[in-house]
């Protein structure tokens, strides 16, 4: 596509529920990060993925959070047993790999997600 | 680890005037990429400048341009004519060149308002 697509674009759910927020990188792009952003502050680093794998997930809070990128393009973070805290803008970026060269990383519009 | 300081969380300046942005950041890697992201009220993260640092020159982009101090671990942002679509957060983010994939790591943001 044009550019890194995210949906939904807004999602409200309460606290205990479920929920899925999908990523759909620049088509070509072998690397893929999830970012969270809290209100106020930058964004924070959360998972990176190399293909179908997940090369760094350091920053994934606990194990309420987990992402998938089964086919190597589109990408699902899963966040089980939501709490309050879990509210913030979640952002999805993308770039091309080509060996040790990164190039720019682009980013989408971001899934804002409010924990009732 | 890294980490990267914004010390300005706000900042104005009148249409056509220039403003500066400040950002330093810590890391005891020798090669790196700092950058400048605008981010508007659309939440996507749009990428302003970018400079590696194994280069001396200065990085310029049209009427934005840095001030890179390597020893000094200082990357300001000036913006020159300021415009009224200028007004938006601004982020400063390092990223690592000696691994392949590696991620942002981002301040704290400085919110620019235009004046006109």
């Known amino acids: 596509g044009a550019g890194v697509s995210q949906t939904p674009s807004n999602k409200v759910t309460e606290k205990g529920k479920y929920v899925e927020l999908r990523c759909d990188p620049i088509?070509?792009?072998?690397?893929l990060y999830w970012y969270r952003q809290s209100l106020g502050q930058g964004p924070e680093f959360l998972i990176y993925?190399?293909?179908?794998?997940?090369?760094?997930d350091s920053g994934l809070p606990n194990d309420r959070f987990f992402a998938v990128r089964p086919e190597g393009s589109v990408s699902t973070l899963k966040i089980q047993r939501t709490e309050r805290g879990d509210s913030a803008v979640y952002l999805c970026?993308?770039?091309?790999?080509?060996?040790?060269?990164?190039?720019?990383?682009?980013f989408g519009q971001g899934t804002r997600l409010t924990v009732v | 680890a890294q980490t990267v300081t914004q010390s300005q969380p706000e900042m104005s300046v009148q249409e056509a005037e220039t403003v500066t942005l400040s950002c330093t950041y810590d890391?005891?890697?020798?090669?790196?990429?700092l950058f400048w992201y605008k981010q508007p009220p659309s939440r996507q993260m749009i990428l302003v400048i970018r400079?590696?640092?194994?280069?001396?020159q200065n990085a310029t982009e049209n009427r934005f341009s840095v001030n890179f101090q390597k020893a000094a671990k200082s990357f300001s942002l000036k913006i020159s004519d300021s415009q009224l679509g200028d007004a938006a957060m601004y982020f400063c983010?390092?990223?690592?060149?000696?691994?392949?994939?590696?991620?942002?790591?981002f301040g704290e943001g400085t919110q620019l308002t235009v004046n006109p």
């Open positions: 993925f190399q293909g179908t794998g997940a090369a760094d």
């Open positions: 088509s070509g792009h072998t690397a």
């Open positions: 400079q590696e640092a194994y280069k001396q």
């Open positions: 983010a390092y990223r690592s060149r000696e691994t392949s994939g590696s991620r942002l790591t």
């Open positions: 890391t005891s890697e020798s090669d790196y990429y």
């Open positions: 970026a993308s770039s091309l790999i080509r060996g040790v060269r990164n190039t720019e990383a682009f």
